[in-house]
C-alpha cells in the first residue's frame, strides 16, 4: 500500500542514478583504458557538471513554483538574458560602457544583483498581473513578454554584449576557489533549493501553491485569493530567475542580451524530468534539482564520448518524454485505485 | 399474465473497483407501466445503459422473448426492439421531424433516403399530434413535443419496450399530463414502458408495478395498488423513515442572514429570504432553476447584479465586493454541488483538504504546523467516520460519500455560523447519506444556520425545518416543511404559480 507513492517519490533520484550508471557504461566502452571513467569521477568534473547545473537549476526552482501552481513562463530565458544586460549596466555605473577602472567595487556589484533581481521580479509581476487581471492564458501571455524582453534586453544594450570591468561577482561561477571549494553560485543553487523546499511543505503559501494547481476552483471556494497568488507565485519565479541571470552574468563576465536563448525549455524540461506535471499540482524543489542535474551530466557524459550536441539533445528530449510517460502512468494508476 | 418479454436475473456491473449493480432481477411484461425506483447512485443508470447496449453487463442474464439478449451498442437495442429516451434529448435540432425520426433506419434507395411520411404520420396521431407536419425543423418545436418526437420514433422503429429516465423532469405539468396520456395509448398497444423516475406521486399515479433498486440490488418489486409513497420511500433507503433522517433537537432563533430581491448576471432573477439561528432551509426546485446561482452570487462565487444581503453580525454582502474570501470572513461557507472539479481538490490529502480554508488556524507567520495540521485533520475524520488508510492519502482515493464527509469537515474546521450546501448527498451511497443528514441536524442542534439545496424532495422533507421553492430564477416564500402539500411544491416547481 505505502510503497507506490514512496517508489514515486524516489523516482528522480531513480532516474539520476540510471543515467549516472549509462554515462559510466558508456565511457567505459569507449574508452577502454577506464582513463576516461577516471576523469568523468574527478573532483573536477564533479565540480564543473555542478557549477553548470547553477542557472538551470536556479531558474528551475521558480519555474517549479509557476508549474505545480499549473501556469507556465516562457520568458525565464529572455529574463535571463535582460538580468545580464541590467547587471553589467549597472556594474558599469549605469552605462553600456565598462569605466576605466581595475576593479568594480563590491558596492557597485551589490546595486547590480539588486537591480538584476529586481528587473526579473519586475517582469514576473508583469506576467502575472497580465495573466491573472486580464484572464489570458500564462502560455499566450509569457510567450508574448518572451520576446518583450528579449527586445529590451537588446535595446538596452544597445544591441551588443555589455563589457564590464573585473569585478567579484565573476567569481561566483568559478568551479575551482580557494576555501569554498566551489563558487558561490553553487552554494547560492543549495541554498534556493531549501528554501524552495520549506516554502512548498511548511508554508501557507506552498500549501496555496498546490491547491491553485491542483484544483484552482476549489482553491477559490476556500477563500484564495487566486488572482494575487498567481502574481505572487510569478514574482517569486522572477527573483529565481533573475538569481540565475546573475550567475549567468558570471559565466560570460558580460552582459548579453542575446544569451540562453531557448534556455526556457531546458527550465521547463528540468521541472518536468523533476516530477513537475504541467497540468498542475505536484513537483517539488528537490526533484528539480535533479532534473537540472541529469541535464549537466548527459552534457558532460557527451563531451567525454566526443559526441556532437546533437546526441545530447535527443537524449535529454528523449528523457523528457520517459519521464512524463512515468508520471501519466502513475495518474492512471491514480484513478484506478 | 404471460411470460415477461423481458428477463434480468442476476446481473452485475463492474467498473473497476466499483461495483456499480451487484445483482438486478427485473421482469417487464407485454403492456405494463414498469417503475424502476431507486435514489441517486442505486444503480438505474446503470441498468439503463446496460439494457440499452452502452454497458455490457459484467454477469447475469438478460432474455428478451425468451432469447439471450446480449446488445453490445445501442443500435443492437433499437434493432431488437429496445428504445431509450434519455433525459437529456437525442434529437438534431436542425432536421425535420421526419428526418429525426427516420434517423439510422432510412430506407434507402441508391444511396438516397427514401420518405416515409406515412408511418411517421401514423406514430404522430397515434401521440394526439396529428397537427404536427413531418417538415417542421425539430429545433422550433417545444420541449414536451420535442419529447414526444423521441417516443414517436420509438414506435416507428417498432419498439417492443420503451425505457424513459425521469421524462418529466424538465416538463411543466400540463405537459406531464399529456405524457401520461401518451403512455397509456402506448400501453393499450401492447408495448411495455419502463419508467425511471423519483418523483415518486407520479410514478405512483402512471405504473402498473414497480421494482426498487438499492445500492445496485433490487430490493423490492410488486404491484403498484395498494402501496403507499411512505413504503416506496422505506424500500428505496432500507431503513424506516427516522433512522434515514435522524432528528435531534434544535431550537430556531433570531434572524442571522436576511437576502431580498438577489439577483445574478443570468439567475437567480429576484430571490430573498431569511435564514434564522438554528434554522435548516430547502431550497427546491428543477434543475436549472437558479438555486445553485443564488447561493454562489451571496458566496462570491458568481457576479452578482442586485439585490442585498445583511448579517446579522452586521456585515453586509455588496454586489461586486463579496469574494469566497471575505464571505468565509464574514461567517458564510459553502459545499460545492461539484465535489471532483470544485469541492475538493482531487490530487491533494484528505489532510490538505480538511484545512485549505482554514489554514491560518495551524499557522504561525505562514509556516504550517504540519503536526498540528495533521492532528485537526485526522480528528475530523474520525468524529465524521471518514474511512481511510491514512489522513496523507489522496482524496481521489475514497468513496463519494468519504469525500462528501471530508468537505463538510472542511466546513466544520473552519466553523462558519452560516452553512450554504449545494446538493450534499449528490452521488453518494444511502448509509452515508444517512450519516450526512444526521451531521446537518447536529450541526443546527450547535446554532448553525444550513440552506440545502436539493433536486430530491424527500430529503429536503426529511431533513429541513422550512422550505422554499424556486422557479425560473425566483424563490417562493418560505414555509415550514409540513405546511407544503407535495402537490404544490411541484406546482410551484414547474409553473410558478403559488398555489
Redesign the interface.
Known amino acids: 500500500?505505502k510503497i507506490k507513492p514512496f517508489l514515486y517519490r524516489v523516482l528522480p533520484f531513480v532516474g539520476l542514478i540510471f543515467v549516472v550508471l549509462v554515462s559510466l557504461l558508456a565511457i567505459q566502452i569507449n574508452d577502454p583504458s577506464g582513463q576516461d571513467v577516471a576523469n568523468f569521477v574527478s573532483l573536477d568534473n564533479i565540480r564543473t557538471v555542478l557549477i553548470q547545473t547553477v542557472v538551470v537549476g536556479l531558474a528551475a526552482l521558480g519555474m517549479t513554483l509557476v508549474i505545480i501552481s499549473a501556469g507556465i513562463d516562457l520568458s525565464v530565458g529572455s529574463q535571463i538574458a535582460l538580468a545580464t544586460v541590467v547587471f553589467a549596466v549597472v556594474v558599469n555605473g549605469g552605462s553600456v560602457t565598462a569605466p576605466d577602472v581595475d576593479r568594480a567595487s563590491w558596492l557597485m556589484v551589490g546595486l547590480a544583483v539588486a537591480a538584476a533581481v529586481g528587473v526579473c521580479a519586475l517582469c514576473g509581476f508583469f506576467n502575472g498581473y497580465i495573466s491573472s487581471k486580464f484572464r489570458i492564458v500564462p502560455f499566450i501571455v509569457t510567450l508574448g513578454t518572451m520576446l518583450i524582453f528579449r527586445g529590451v534586453a537588446k535595446w538596452i544594450a544597445g544591441g551588443e554584449a555589455v563589457r564590464t570591468p573585473p569585478n567579484a561577482a565573476q567569481g561566483f561561477m568559478d568551479y575551482d576557489v580557494p576555501v569554498l571549494g566551489i563558487g558561490v553560485g553553487f552554494y547560492l543553487l543549495i541554498a534556493a533549493i531549501v528554501v524552495t523546499a520549506v516554502l512548498l511543505?511548511?508554508?501557507?503559501?506552498g500549501?496555496?501553491i498546490?491547491?491553485i494547481g491542483?484544483?484552482e476552483?476549489?482553491?477559490?471556494?476556500?477563500?484564495?485569493?487566486v488572482e494575487n497568488q498567481k502574481v505572487l507565485i510569478y514574482v517569486l519565479c522572477g527573483v529565481f530567475t533573475g538569481l540565475a541571470g546573475v550567475m549567468q552574468y558570471a559565466f560570460l563576465s558580460s552582459g548579453n542580451p542575446t544569451i540562453a536563448v531557448g534556455l526556457e525549455l531546458n527550465i521547463i524540461a528540468a521541472v518536468v524530468i523533476g516530477g513537475g506535471s504541467l497540468s498542475g499540482?505536484?513537483g517539488s524543489a528537490m526533484g528539480t534539482f535533479i532534473g537540472a542535474l541529469i541535464m549537466s551530466i548527459l552534457g558532460s557524459t557527451c563531451t567525454m564520448l566526443g559526441a556532437e550536441t546533437y546526441v545530447q539533445e535527443i537524449t535529454i528530449g528523449t528523457i523528457v518524454i520517459v519521464a512524463v510517460g512515468i508520471d501519466r502512468l502513475k495518474h492512471l494508476e491514480?484513478?484506478?485505485? | 399474465m404471460s411470460d415477461p418479454i423481458l428477463h434480468l436475473d442476476g446481473v452485475h456491473k463492474r467498473f473497476?473497483?466499483v461495483h456499480a449493480l451487484k445483482g438486478v432481477a427485473l421482469e417487464v411484461y407485454a403492456g405494463e407501466v414498469h417503475a424502476v425506483i431507486g435514489e441517486n447512485g442505486a444503480g438505474k443508470s446503470t441498468l439503463m445503459k446496460v439494457l440499452s447496449g452502452a454497458h455490457l453487463p459484467s454477469a447475469g442474464r438478460i432474455t428478451l422473448n425468451d432469447k439471450p439478449y446480449a446488445p453490445t451498442c445501442p443500435i443492437d437495442g433499437r434493432r431488437a426492439g429496445v428504445a431509450m429516451i434519455y433525459q437529456e434529448l437525442t434529437l438534431a435540432p436542425d432536421l425535420s421531424i421526419e428526418e429525426n425520426i427516420m434517423l439510422g433506419i432510412e430506407g434507402r434507395r441508391w444511396g438516397f433516403a427514401r420518405a416515409n411520411t406515412a408511418a411517421v404520420r401514423e406514430a404522430l396521431t397515434l401521440l394526439g399530434h396529428p397537427d404536427l407536419s413531418p417538415r417542421t425543423r425539430v429545433g422550433s418545436l417545444k420541449i414536451g413535443t420535442q419529447q414526444l418526437i423521441e417516443i414517436a420514433r420509438a414506435i416507428v422503429s417498432g419498439a417492443k419496450i420503451i425505457i424513459m429516465d425521469e421524462p418529466t423532469s424538465s416538463l411543466s405539468s400540463a405537459d406531464t399530463r399529456r405524457l401520461f396520456e401518451v403512455i397509456h395509448t402506448l400501453r393499450g398497444r401492447g408495448i411495455a414502458v419502463l419508467y425511471i423516475s423519483h418523483f415518486l406521486e407520479e410514478v405512483q399515479e402512471i405504473a402498473d408495478r414497480y421494482t426498487i433498486l438499492r445500492d445496485g440490488e433490487t430490493c423490492g418489486t410488486g404491484m403498484m395498488e395498494g402501496v403507499t409513497i411512505p413504503q416506496i420511500i422505506e424500500m428505496m433507503v432500507g431503513r424506516s423513515l427516522d433512522e434515514m433522517y435522524p432528528k435531534v433537537d434544535h431550537a430556531i432563533g433570531d434572524v442571522v442572514l436576511r437576502c431580498a430581491g438577489v439577483a445574478g448576471r443570468a439567475f437567480p432573477v429576484d430571490a430573498g429570504f431569511e435564514l434564522r439561528r438554528g434554522e435548516i432551509l430547502g431550497v427546491f426546485g428543477l434543475v436549472g432553476a437558479g438555486r445553485s446561482e443564488m447561493l454562489r452570487c451571496l458566496f462570491g462565487?458568481d457576479a452578482m447584479a442586485g439585490g442585498s444581503a445583511e448579517l446579522a453580525s452586521d456585515a453586509a454582502l455588496k454586489p461586486g465586493h463579496i469574494?469566497?474570501?471575505r464571505?468565509?470572513?464574514a461567517g458564510l461557507d459553502?459545499l460545492?454541488e461539484?465535489r471532483k472539479?470544485?469541492?475538493?481538490?482531487?490530487?491533494?490529502s484528505i489532510v490538505?483538504?480538511t484545512t485549505?480554508?482554514a489554514?491560518?488556524k495551524a499557522?504561525r507567520a505562514?509556516?504550517?504546523d504540519?503536526k498540528q495540521d495533521k492532528a485537526v485533520a485526522d480528528g475530523w475524520a474520525e468524529r465524521l467516520g471518514v474511512k481511510c488508510?491514512a489522513t496523507t492519502d489522496?482524496i481521489?482515493?475514497l468513496s463519494g460519500g468519504n469525500q462528501q464527509k471530508v468537505a463538510i469537515g472542511?466546513l466544520m474546521n473552519h466553523d462558519s455560523d452560516i452553512l450554504f450546501l449545494d446538493e450534499p448527498t449528490r452521488g453518494i451511497d444511502v448509509g452515508s447519506k444517512s450519516e450526512i443528514y444526521r451531521i446537518i441536524q447536529e450541526l443546527a442542534a450547535a446554532g448553525k444556520s444550513v440552506v440545502i439545496i436539493s433536486s430530491y424532495l424527500p430529503e429536503l422533507q426529511g431533513v429541513c425545518d422550512t422550505l422554499a421553492v424556486m422557479y425560473r430564477g425566483r424563490l417562493s416564500r418560505s414555509r415550514a416543511v409540513p405546511q407544503w402539500t407535495a402537490q404544490e411544491i411541484m406546482n410551484f416547481a414547474t409553473t410558478g404559480a403559488a398555489d
Open positions: 500500500m511543505r511548511r508554508t501557507v503559501l500549501r496555496y498546490y491547491a491542483s484544483s476552483n476549489t482553491a477559490r471556494l476556500c477563500g484564495i485569493a499540482g505536484s491514480r484513478f484506478k485505485a | 473497476g473497483p462565487l469574494t469566497p474570501g464571505a468565509l470572513a459553502f460545492s461539484d472539479q470544485e469541492g475538493l481538490a482531487q490530487s491533494m490538505e483538504n485549505l480554508s489554514l491560518r499557522a505562514g509556516f504550517i504540519l488508510h489522496p481521489s482515493s472542511r
